[in-house]
């Protein structure tokens, strides 16, 4: 065998040998990225601090362990609501207050997260039949069995998902002791704001505030104008009753509920962020808990989509959305009424956000930026957009659409593209002649 071998850049090899360099042939690598997150900061009785991801399995199977309380809880009713269409919900916990604790003996058993929800947690301690040495300690929430263990010692005792144990020494049986100071902290202001910040570090499709704070709603639209005018960072927020932002990253929802008056920010969020690049939310059913309140007149229905609300109307014994629209009302020569189409607004945020990433994992420093370079970028956008045609996202695509050239900097790429987003059907006008 020669000695000479392996792969080349450049034919300049010394030894004898075959030099074999294998390729795959080019062909597009981005898709269309996935929707479903939604992310809110909410009032918890329990749960961690800060923000925390969960999935809509997990809410399903592990609401108690998370948030304190069973997936059926009246008080789980809002994440029941948001989790009908969200697959994914990043949760900020604003308003974790005290741990609860209590002493018994030489053992203090303190809750593993603040808020009052700590204060129905049970400590049992009793004497173990079998080993006279030897106690078991039982941790019940509501009356619930949630852990036992039998120690003999105080060290010996594993925190669970409830309580944590600290103490040295012999365990003293008892009859039961509740935990007792758990306390939710007030929230302000500036617990949105901090809120807001570590949102921010995140990916997701749909913001919600389901508050009737107007500073608040209005530091929710102004982060959101900013991260999708100067950041490029594309989601929609869902705010309650405010039209006034005048912006389509912004959905206000006008419908009260009986249970809860901004209710419907929930079930709205989490619909918005289920629904696919192609989808409208127009006329979709409502199948929610909550007692929505859609008794308007016709004339009250003309002027809230004239103002950019996000309605419910009743359709017999159903709850219906009249318009999956945003809050943007101020058109323009440049910015039609197209942009107050939550479906359009999807498609387009699609467009930015996937050929973002597109660009950035597999384009950004690693290809170079010349002819060859860029006709593959190019054939990548091609690609992308006849994804985009195939679902009925988008029509009427050509590849001439997409121009693309290098910039003023040897680093730079300049694309123009013409896109045309497909919208549901909404209204019919039909002429019957009688003959």
């Known amino acids: 065998m020669a000695l000479g071998g392996g792969t080349y850049l450049v034919q300049n090899k010394i030894l004898p040998g075959a030099y074999i360099n294998f390729v795959s042939q080019p062909r597009a690598m981005g898709t269309l990225g996935e929707r479903g997150t939604v992310c809110m900061a909410l009032e918890l009785d329990w749960g961690k601090s800060g923000m925390m991801t969960v999935e809509a399995e997990e809410f399903q199977t592990e609401a108690q362990d998370i948030f304190g309380y069973d997936y059926t809880h009246e008080k789980m009713q809002p994440l029941r609501e948001l989790f009908l269409y969200a697959k994914k919900a990043l949760i900020y916990r604003c308003n974790s207050g005290e741990k609860a604790s209590v002493k018994v003996g030489e053992c203090t058993v303190q809750a593993k997260c603040g808020g009052t929800r700590g204060n129905d947690i049970k400590i049992v301690i009793a004497k173990n039949v079998d080993d006279e040495t030897a106690f078991d300690?039982?941790?019940?929430?509501?009356?619930?069995?949630?852990?036992?263990?039998?120690?003999?010692?105080?060290?010996?005792?594993?925190?669970?998902?409830?309580?944590?144990?600290?103490?040295?020494?012999?365990?003293?049986?008892?009859?039961?002791?509740?935990?007792?100071?758990?306390?939710?902290?007030?929230?302000?202001?500036?617990?949105?704001?901090?809120?807001?910040?570590?949102?921010?570090?995140?990916?997701?499709?749909?913001?919600?505030?389901?508050?009737?704070?107007?500073?608040?709603?209005?530091?929710?639209?102004?982060?959101?104008?900013?991260?999708?005018?100067?950041?490029?960072?594309?989601?929609?927020?869902?705010?309650?009753?405010?039209?006034?932002?005048?912006?389509?990253?912004?959905?206000?929802?006008?419908?009260?509920?009986?249970?809860?008056?901004?209710?419907?920010?929930?079930?709205?969020?989490?619909?918005?962020?289920?629904?696919?690049?192609?989808?409208?939310?127009?006329?979709?059913?409502?199948?929610?808990?909550?007692?929505?309140?859609?008794?308007?007149?016709?004339?009250?229905?003309?002027?809230?989509?004239?103002?950019?609300?996000?309605?419910?109307?009743?359709?017999?014994?159903?709850?219906?959305?009249?318009?999956?629209?945003?809050?943007?009302?101020?058109?323009?020569?440049?910015?039609?009424?197209?942009?107050?189409?939550?479906?359009?607004?999807?498609?387009?945020?699609?467009?930015?956000?996937?050929?973002?990433?597109?660009?950035?994992?597999?384009?950004?420093?690693?290809?170079?930026?010349n002819d060859n370079g860029r006709n593959l970028l190019k054939a990548e956008l091609i690609q992308y957009h006849e994804q985009l045609e195939g679902i009925e996202a988008i029509e009427g695509f050509e590849p001439e659409d997409i121009t693309i050239m290098q910039g003023i900097e040897k680093q730079d790429v300049v694309v123009y593209e013409k896109v045309k987003p497909i919208d549901a059907m909404e209204k019919l006008y039909m002429k019957v002649e009688v003959i």
Do not use: M, P
């Open 137 to 369: 300690v039982r941790t019940y929430l509501d009356l619930v069995l949630q852990d036992t263990q039998t120690v003999k010692t105080i060290e010996e005792l594993n925190e669970n998902t409830y309580v944590v144990f600290q103490g040295t020494g012999a365990l003293q049986a008892n009859a039961g002791v509740n935990l007792t100071g758990g306390t939710n902290k007030e929230v302000t202001g500036n617990d949105y704001a901090d809120f807001l910040e570590e949102a921010e570090k995140e990916n997701f499709n749909v913001l919600a505030y389901a508050g009737e704070d107007e500073v608040t709603k209005g530091l929710f639209t102004a982060f959101t104008k900013r991260l999708r005018n100067e950041e490029g960072v594309k989601f929609v927020t869902v705010l309650f009753q405010y039209t006034k932002a005048d912006f389509e990253g912004v959905i206000s929802v006008t419908n009260e509920t009986e249970e809860q008056k901004t209710g419907l920010v929930y079930w709205t969020a989490g619909a918005e962020a289920g629904a696919e690049v192609n989808e409208s939310i127009t006329n979709k059913k409502y199948n929610g808990e909550y007692s929505v309140k859609a008794k308007y007149k016709k004339s009250k229905f003309i002027e809230g989509l004239q103002n950019g609300e996000f309605l419910y109307y009743e359709d017999g014994d159903d709850i219906r959305v009249l318009r999956d629209i945003n809050t943007f009302t101020s058109f323009e020569s440049n910015k039609n009424s197209d942009f107050s189409s939550n479906r359009v607004i999807r498609v387009l945020d699609a467009i930015a956000n996937d050929v973002a990433r597109i660009f950035s994992q597999y384009y950004l420093g690693k290809q170079s930026n």
